[in-house]
């Protein structure tokens, strides 16, 4: 959004406030636009004020939260996520959010719970198959990742960074045939993407095919010129 749609957003929303002062709508979206850009703690303030006039509002700690993150502050983002699940157990949103800060503090198994929650919530949630996918591989859980991301690419196909995760899982257990498969569709989906090429590389170097490697290689080093 460009400046000048900033200020007529948020000149709108000083014009709801002026007529119904105990909207806690205004507010929030009053500080999602102070949020864009990027001044935080205008944001906290208006969510703040929200949140006075609507306390048990889930969607408010929410927004919340991703200020508190992109201030830094991961406890409090964590808290308020934490209280948004507590309101709405059903905030698959919240639970992906919450799993992610626990996956940045290396708490995979409290991240595989948040996951795990949100798949409950929404069968079909890619993202969270794909993050649970991570944790459980840097658990060291490479099957569990595998069988995640197996689902990632059967929700998601032409996503390559399925099949790409995927060929990470294949490489950890030594399946270098069928990392090279993977690797080789995630690069069919983005030509462009330099460690798939990288990966490829090394899964070739693993069964011996050096000419092929060094190729991967040479075309991973000109991507990146």
Known sequence: MQLGRY????????????????N?????????????????TTA???????LVLDPQN???YFNRAIVHKERGDIRAALDDYTRAIQLNPNNH???LNRGNLYTEDADYAAAIADYSAAIVVWPSFTLAYNVRG???SRQGNHEAALADFATVIELTPFWSAGHYNA???FYALGQYDEAIEAYTRSIVLDPTDIKAYQSRAWAYRMIGALDKASADEERAIELGE
Do not use: K, R
Request: charge should be negative.
């Open 134 to 136: 991570i944790a459980y």
């Open 44 to 50: 906290l303030g208006l969510i703040n004020q929200a």
């Open 167 to 169: 060929g990470l899982e």
């Open 24 to 40: 806690a709508d205004f507010y929030v979206l009053q500080g999602l636009v102070y949020a864009h850009q990027e001044d935080a």
């Open 58 to 60: 889930d969607q408010l």
């Open 7 to 22: 200020d007529e957003a948020l000149a709108a929303l000083e014009s709801g406030i002026a007529l119904d002062p105990t």
């Open 93 to 95: 949103q919240a639970l």
